[in-house]
């Protein structure tokens, strides 16, 4: 080799994965139990990548898709990475409005979905005109033409001088209009190995001929991130069509699944099975399961590091990208709670000024970092996200110890104030979450006449109360529970029972609509 030459830096997509593995399956699903080799997901990705050019979207352009977890969700994606595309995958849960909100708001020019959308799909063609390509999946949808069919007379190979893509995702909406989050497109060759790629591969054991086990919505931010670094690294990714916790226990042991993500709510389904259903699987195979979302209750977590083993890892970071915290077993049984130091961006806490704090003070978490994004068509937004040094925050409140370890406290628009003292009900919700009578609980503020406002805890109880009698019972039964282990101020001075919480399938409460309809009923605003 000459002195001036150089080596060809190695790339990592799915079509790199295809030349050396071309039958290796890439995509499983759980239930139907379809699968697609690498072959066919990076010839159809290079097929629909063809058709958004033949349309006339060019780099930078914007797609969205509204379908449910299924065989070709991420084969839409890589086919708009493919083709430089931002895509904007919208949650499946929402509503008409909502769907239309989005689709107009990124500024879609192709829009795909499924016949589990159709009603929504339908409604929202009079009302997004900028939308050139309708396409479904699946099966016939009106106004909809078959993207099988569509795609089926492009050629399979590779649109030239590909870059790196992004996507483009909105905030779930648990405080506000949800709001897409925005970046930059990577300056890079397509398959230029991206951070999150870097972070998986070292933390979590990410790498060729892995299997990851996604049980949560592929439309969310890490569902997606995360299968979509395993098909750059060459794993396969066993897709759940839906969460049931013994059957994710069943894919662990049937698969051989190696890396897995979850969020809280899932460890504590798979904890309240009966100790003979947990233990009659072999969950050996794992060798990082990762949890992020929310805070996770520190018995929860202990408990899962007891089954599991030292398998359990923790990050904290945001859609956003301006930081990532990062917390293995062995440090977190050392500083129980934490969800980790930094690995990128610098952590500080501030008030409410913009001040930093000390170690120990909680407040704002800000993070310095040279990741710029913006929330699209929000100008106010992005602002109030930011310090006048540049700093950004996600909205959430914390502390860190001396040994720079981060703990949250909760989201700055949950706190409670009731008598002019700021309470957190995520203290109260951790608690009450591991009582064997509760299977899902929501802390919040509700209107007080002396105080302003009172914690109340909205459950859904494994079983309903038979009577308003046992009701009571049950509501007492709990609050003294949580005032065993809390300050009185703390916890709950009543306690609502619900069929169902208004949760999403990623873990978060719909907080907000919990607080809306109390406060709503009370005929006054927070």
């Known amino acids: 080799m000459s002195e001036t030459a150089t080596e060809t830096p190695e790339l ?5 994965v295809a030349e050396r593995a071309p039958d290796r399956v890439a995509i499983q699903m759980a239930t139907s139990g379809e699968q697609m080799t690498y072959a066919e997901l990076d010839a159809k990705a290079n097929q629909l990548s063809q058709l958004f050019r ?9 797609i969205a898709l509204c379908m449910e977890n299924r065989l070709e969700f991420f084969l839409i994606c890589w086919g708009a990475h493919y083709a430089g595309l931002y895509y904007t995958a919208i949650s499946s849960r929402l509503t008409t409005d909502e769907v239309n909100y989005i689709v107009n708001d990124c500024g879609a020019q192709a829009f795909i979905t499924s016949p589990y959308k159709a009603e929504q799909a339908v409604a929202i063609i009079p009302t997004t005109p900028n939308v050139k390509m309708r396409l479904a999946v699946g099966g016939p949808v009106e106004g909809h033409e078959s993207f099988d069919d569509a795609i089926a007379g492009q050629p399979t190979e590779p649109l030239a001088g590909r870059l790196e893509a992004a996507d483009m995702l909105y905030s779930s909406g648990t405080t506000g209009r949800p709001k897409g989050v925005k970046v930059p497109m990577p300056d890079a ?3 230029a190995p991206q951070p999150l790629l870097t972070l998986v591969a070292m933390l979590f054991g990410v790498s060729d001929g892995c299997v990851y086990l996604s049980p949560a919505p592929c439309y969310h931010a890490a569902p997606l991130r995360f299968c979509m670094s395993v098909h750059r690294m060459g794993g396969t990714t066993v897709v759940m069509e839906r969460f049931d916790p013994e059957q994710a226990l069943q894919l662990i042991q049937d698969h051989k699944v190696t890396t897995s993500q979850w969020v809280p709510t899932m460890f504590v389904r798979m904890l309240k099975l009966d100790e003979e259903v947990r233990n009659q699987y072999d969950v050996s195979s794992l060798q990082a399961a990762v949890h ?5 209750p520190i018995d929860v977590k202990r408990k899962m590091i007891d089954w599991w083993g030292p398998v359990i890892h923790e990050y904290y ?4 990208g301006n930081g990532f915290c990062y917390v293995g077993s062995e440090d977190w049984l050392a500083h129980p709670g934490t969800v980790g130091r930094p690995l990128t961006g610098i952590l500080h806490i501030c008030d409410d000024e913009g001040n930093e704090l000390p170690a120990g003070e909680e407040g704002g978490i800000y993070f310095e970092s040279d990741t710029v994004f913006e929330y699209h068509n929000d100008s106010e937004k992005t602002a109030d996200s930011r310090l006048a040094n540049g700093w950004s925050t996600l909205g959430d409140v914390g502390k860190v110890d001396e040994d720079g370890f981060l703990y949250l406290t909760d ?19 951790n608690v009450l979450t591991m009582h064997p009578d509760v299977y899902d609980v929501a802390v919040i503020g509700v209107p007080n006449e002396d105080f302003g406002e009172e914690v109340k805890a909205v459950v859904q109880p494994v079983a309903m109360p038979a009577d308003d009698e046992a009701a009571k019972q049950l509501e007492r039964t709990l609050i003294d529970y949580c005032k065993e282990q809390l300050a009185d101020v703390k916890c709950p001075r009543s306690v609502d029972f619900r069929e169902e919480l208004p949760r999403h399938p990623t873990g978060k409460l719909y907080k907000r609509l919990l607080k809306d309809e109390y406060w709503a009923q009370a005929g006054r605003s927070i």
């Open 189 to 191: 060759e397509l398959g």
């Open 12 to 16: 990592f997509h799915p079509g790199i």
């Open 411 to 429: 989201r700055k628009a949950y706190m409670i104030i009731s008598g002019g003292v700021n309470i957190y009900p995520q203290e109260a919700e």
């Open 317 to 320: 970071a945001g859609t956003e």
């Open 54 to 62: 033949a349309a006339g979207l060019e780099r930078g352009d914007h």
């Open 292 to 296: 992020a979302a929310a805070p996770c």
